[in-house]
């Protein structure tokens, strides 16, 4: 598989959480001005981006088969943590408080927050493995954007489908990630 498709396949891993709180919020009626689906997707690259620099920092000092066997270990932990992980819909849920029909900038930047912790697991391991940089964080962006909203707008569309927790699969595709990186 080349490099891009690998970074296409994490980065669609790492905005499953993000589809899935933008369709709660839609199948619930809550509107997700843009502001705010921009402090969510900017969270989740910022976090995204530093582990990646850490990871990379890190590479030269360790043994040239350690950072592709914690790349590996880092992918397939955090599919297994994903698949067990509470549902982002419960998540998503609990962050919008102030405002019922509408998530403020600050409920996005605590629910970004806490939808982007996999992203420093991922940056890391990709790091690690000496991923690029640009398109990693290119595609982080214009996905994560895209996730929130087009999550939101499927979720005004389909409600029927509000117990659908998509995360779950972002889980699978994080651990054959990892397994393809062994081959």
Excluded at 126 to 132: H, I, R, V
Excluded at 159 to 175: E, M, Q, R, T
Aim: charged share 10%.
């Amino acid at each position: 598989m080349s490099d891009f498709s690998s970074l296409l396949f994490l980065s669609i891993a790492l905005c499953a959480d993000a589809f899935t709180a933008g369709f709660v919020y839609g199948a619930g009626n809550v509107k997700i001005p843009l502001v705010s689906a921009l402090i969510m997707t900017a969270l989740s690259s910022g976090i995204l981006s530093v582990s990646l620099i850490s990871g990379s920092l890190l590479k030269p000092f360790l043994p040239m088969e350690i950072p592709s066997f914690l790349s590996v270990c880092l992918l397939i932990l955090l599919g297994f943590s994903k698949l067990t992980a509470k549902p982002t819909k419960d998540t998503a849920s609990h962050a919008n408080q102030k405002e019922p029909e509408v998530l403020s900038s600050s409920e996005a930047f605590f629910l970004g927050i806490t939808l982007s912790l996999d992203n420093a697991a991922a940056g890391l391991g990709a790091g690690l493995s000496g991923s690029s940089f640009p398109i990693l964080i290119t595609l982080s962006l214009a996905l994560g954007l895209s996730s929130v909203l087009g999550g939101c707008f499927l979720g005004k569309k389909a409600s029927f489908w509000s117990g659908v927790d998509f995360s779950k699969y972002s889980g699978i595709i994080l651990i054959i990630l990892g397994l393809m990186k062994l081959v």
